[in-house]
């Protein structure tokens, strides 16, 4: 799967938890997931999950972690799909 | 300086109806909401039959986004959507998701009596004992806290006050109501959501089925199942649903024009401390009778003068002491009895929800002046006889209505009574 498909993946799965819609429309890469798309902190998990269930993969806490902006989640979700 | 307090605004989500509109209307109809419940007979349960709001995910689809909606299960949808309604009622509109504004002379109490037992049965259990637990994600506590109600309605409205939920098994809805009354009467607050709710679960009902306390022998003809006050009663139908009330100061209720169904003038909670006759499942007479005669006090007004009593009557083996209770409380004979009805027999019982549906009812007949008709009692009970003529069988106009006492009793032996007024304007 190339990075510009994860990436509208990604914009899918948040768009349910994002606040600012208009931010969700025009984000890109480095955009911060909690501090830019006003996702509430306590419903990371959720998107981890989801991202579990619509990618085939298993993210670790630790990885999860690690994660702030959509990029960072892309690469994850590229590394593991190798 | 006590303050005097009034409802406002009412929100309900009852197995016979959502709205206040429709609920009236099926009230006076004396419309039943008790239907078979397919899902009972496969799972083998005794009663088959059950009072759930219908068609309700659709109606609960309409009032949020797909963001809250992830998190609102069966128990805390009939309660925000009843105080959606109830907030609009009573003038006020549901603020913008952006605005951050605090209400801080508004809270909640929205109390159930076992809630969301859904999530727990359906997510919890199984994800855990899968050892899955990550899986549950961030939206169980919320749903299965005791708070989740009133957390939620608290959320929509952004309430600063007390925001808290209470319970008492089958009085929870009545108790919320007195407790929002004496918050807003002792100037703690100026406003006030206040109401019961109870999710529809086979998890919820198993417990009472298994204890034969519910209705085994109707499940070919339900609306003839919850049959208070009757002969042949023969145990509860379970229900669900919802109901939310606005309390409110009169002061700042009239500054703001605000419409006034009636006003709260007593109220009463009380245990039988499960000794005289009291059990974890029986009220103490004595309980009882202490708990309506200290509603009238406390609304300052003499026994003779309640005109009418929406009872707690279940379709047990305990509505004729109920009944007597009421007589010895009030000192009233069959003669001079008040006029008394249940509205479980159009709904079934609410449980958690039960007192807050019924003072929706209560407040109805007061504000339109009418006493909805208590069905399925034709053949009343051998013990109820001498005051057979005082339970409408049919809807009856009944504009002198001036006052009326809602009871509610529930298991632990504990009770609770409010006295409602007609409000008239001085």
């Known amino acids: ?82 | 300086m006590n303050k005097r307090v009034v409802i406002t605004g009412m929100g309900v989500a009852a197995p016979n109806a959502h709205g206040l509109n429709n609920f009236e209307k099926a009230l006076r109809e004396g419309l039943s909401g008790i239907r078979f419940h397919p899902l009972l007979a496969e799972l083998k349960f005794g009663c088959q039959i059950v009072g759930v709001p219908e068609d309700f995910e659709t109606i609960r689809k309409s009032y949020f986004d797909r963001e809250k909606l992830m998190s609102i299960n069966d128990n805390i949808g009939y309660a925000s959507v009843s105080a959606v309604d109830a907030w609009r009622d009573a003038g006020f509109s549901m603020p913008d998701a952006d605005d951050d504004t605090v209400d801080w002379d508004t809270g909640v109490i929205a109390g159930s009596g076992i809630g969301g037992m859904d999530t727990i049965a359906l997510s919890v259990v199984p994800l855990v004992n899968e050892g899955r637990v990550r899986r549950l994600g961030s939206r169980v506590v919320e749903q299965v806290m005791n708070s989740g109600t009133s957390a939620r309605i608290g959320g929509l409205i952004g309430a600063g006050n007390k925001v808290t939920s209470n319970s008492s098994a089958c009085s929870t809805g009545n108790e919320a109501v007195i407790d929002a009354f004496w918050r807003i009467r002792t100037g703690l607050a100026k406003r006030m959501i206040a109401g019961g709710s109870e999710g529809a679960s086979p998890y919820i009902w198993g417990g009472f089925d298994a204890m034969r306390v519910i209705c085994r022998k109707f499940n070919e003809n339900p609306a003839a199942g919850s049959r208070p006050m009757s002969a042949t009663a023969c145990g509860f139908v379970p229900g669900a649903g919802g109901a939310m009330l606005v309390l409110e100061e009169l002061e700042t209720a009239l500054a703001r024009g605000a419409r006034i169904y009636a006003e709260i003038v007593g109220g009463a909670v009380n245990s039988g401390g499960q000794r005289m006759g009291g059990s974890m499942t029986a009220p103490n007479p004595e309980g009882v009778k202490r708990c309506i005669r200290d509603a009238v006090n406390d609304a300052a007004i003499d026994l003779a003068q309640i005109d009418a009593i929406n009872g707690h009557l279940t379709a047990t083996y305990a509505d004729p002491i109920e009944v007597r209770n009421w007589a010895e409380a009030l000192e009233r004979a069959p003669d001079n009895f008040p006029y008394i009805n249940s509205t479980k027999s159009l709904i079934g019982h609410c449980l958690g929800a039960a007192g807050a549906i019924e003072c929706v009812a209560s407040v109805l007949q007061i504000y339109r002046g009418f006493l909805h008709p208590s069905i399925n009692c034709e053949d009343v009970h051998p013990e109820i006889a001498p005051y057979a003529s005082k339970i409408p069988q049919s809807c009856m106009e009944f504009p002198e209505l001036k006052y009326l006492a809602k009871a509610g009793f529930g298991f632990g032996d504990v009770n609770s009574c409010i006295v409602f007024k007609k409000w008239e304007e001085k």
């Open chain 1, 1 to 82: 799967m190339d990075d510009k498909k994860i990436f509208e993946e990604m914009l899918n799965i948040l768009r349910v938890y994002t606040k600012d819609q208009a931010a969700l429309e025009k984000a890109t890469l480095d955009k911060h997931i909690l501090d830019d798309l006003k996702v509430n902190s306590a419903r990371l998990v959720d998107v981890i999950i989801k991202c579990e269930d619509v990618f085939g993969i298993t993210v670790e806490d630790d990885e999860a972690d690690k994660i702030r902006t959509i990029g960072d989640a892309v690469n994850i979700i590229k590394q593991k799909l190798g």
